[in-house]
């Protein structure tokens, strides 16, 4: 039975809120930087996107009581936006192979709000492609990030000799049934297909009274046999772009979108997300599904109206899945400040659609 959460769970981490400040300077460096060089702001990480969709998510009926919660209480309809990314802050060459992130915007979710949510009517669920966050505590998060920030747009050609190396490497250690997260987030992650990715929240979340991780995946036949396939990005600097809007010149994606409740205190901790937890013990269960129809999958067009006009954040929601955690507490004025400092160098204020017909793609 999943365990009812208890805030004894969380607690904060010495100097947290000193730790979120100097979070937030991180990335409007960041973002200072990449404006400076692209005339255009963009997001301090997840930059880059490769696909722009808009689909439906349905919820069906009749989930059992544990799963009926929040978001998924009751069967409906709802449209969404997909964002399919590249975790760096400045737009690489897709040769520098690197994690891949998924935002999704549930659009006309009615209910109590979380703190900063008021008067918004969207669920956003912002995910990567590993079931385990790159740093156990805010203060590791803090040091990856200024790691970025001191990469960050310089020596683009170095990066893409970098990336090579690091993909052996990583090869080499997954061979023998290792992973390194330091790696793949430098530049080791291999070449492979974008839409055949399964996305984790890694950090967790309320769902009603219980705590739960969520996850994306996918479950088309199509997309299922991307899953690993390998792509060429040789003379490509925007191949996942492409891969994507070729698959969606003429085929629908379907997705699963799925939650592992919280079912023991000790393999499953709260405060520190680089844990995975145990699949074998609590297997993710399919809560919705999310289809999209084919479309143009990027266009400039679509890239100012979500790239550029649209936030995601875990704290755009509801208070039954409120973020928990130092990395979500840190997320939050990191997050309103990346959507604050495009919207001031942007001319595009920030849009939260509240129906269909807000839904700007």
Known sequence: MP????????????????????????????????????GTPVRSVHAKSHGLLR????????????????????????????????????????????????????VGVEGERLPGAEGQATQDFVLVNSPAFAAATAKQFLGNARLLARTTDRAPGAKKLLSALLRGTEAAIEAVGGKSALLTQLGGHPNTHILGETFYSQTPFLYGPYTAKFSVAPVSPRLRALAGKPIEVAGRPDALREEVARHFEAEEGCWELRVQLRTDRETMPIEDPSVPWPEEACPYQPVARITVPPQPAWDAARSRAVDLGMAFSPWHGLAAHRPLGAINRAR?????????????????????????????I
């Open 3 to 38: 365990l009812r959460h208890d805030p004894a769970d969380e607690h904060p981490e010495p100097e947290e809120a000193k730790t979120t400040g100097a979070l937030v300077e991180t990335m409007r460096g960041i973002a200072e930087t990449t404006f400076a060089d692209y």
């Open 55 to 106: 689909g439906e998510m349905t919820v069906p009926d009749g989930l059992p009581g544990t799963l009926a919660q929040g978001l998924f209480a009751r069967p409906g309809t709802y449209p969404v936006v997909l964002r399919f990314s590249t975790n760096p802050g400045d737009l690489l060459d897709d040769s520098v192979s690197v994690p891949r992130g998924l935002a999704v915007k549930v």
């Open 332 to 360: 939050r004025p990191a997050y309103e400040m990346s959507a604050g400092f495009r919207a001031a160098h942007g001319g595009c204020p920030m849009l939260e659609p509240r129906n269909a017909g807000d839904v700007p």
